[in-house]
C-alpha cells in the first residue's frame, strides 16, 4: 500500500479510518506509517497492512476524493483498491 502525495487533496479521510497507518505531514499530505508506526515521507514508499487493518484501509482508499491511495495483494501485486482497482 502506498500513497501518491501528487494527488492527495488532504481531507483526512483516510486519517479517520485508520490512523495506524495514515499520518499528515506538516505539508498537509497524508503519508503511510510501517507497523512500527514510523512516518515514511519518501514518495511511493510502499508499507504492509496488518490483517487487522486491512478494511480500514480499503475502505479508505475507494472514500478517498484524491483517489491517491494505492493497495495491493502483497501475494501479487494485483490492485485491490485504488485508482488501479
Known amino acids: 500500500?502506498?500513497?501518491d502525495q501528487k494527488l492527495c487533496t488532504g481531507d483526512g479521510l483516510c486519517v479517520q479510518?485508520?490512523?495506524e497507518v495514515?499520518?499528515?505531514?506538516v505539508?498537509?499530505?497524508?503519508y503511510v506509517k510501517?507497523?512500527?508506526g514510523d512516518l515514511k515521507l519518501a514518495p511511493g514508499v510502499r508499507v504492509d497492512v496488518p490483517a487487522s487493518l486491512r478494511l480500514d484501509v480499503i475502505d479508505s482508499a475507494k472514500e478517498c476524493p484524491?483517489?491517491?491511495i494505492h493497495v495491493t495483494?502483497?501475494?501479487d501485486g494485483k490492485p485491490v483498491a485504488g485508482p488501479e482497482a
Open 1 to 3: 500500500m502506498w500513497i
Open 17 to 19: 479510518y485508520a490512523p
Open 22 to 25: 495514515f499520518e499528515f505531514d
Open 27 to 30: 505539508d498537509g499530505l497524508a
Open 34 to 36: 510501517d507497523e512500527a
Open 66 to 68: 484524491g483517489n491517491c
Open 73 to 75: 495483494r502483497a501475494s
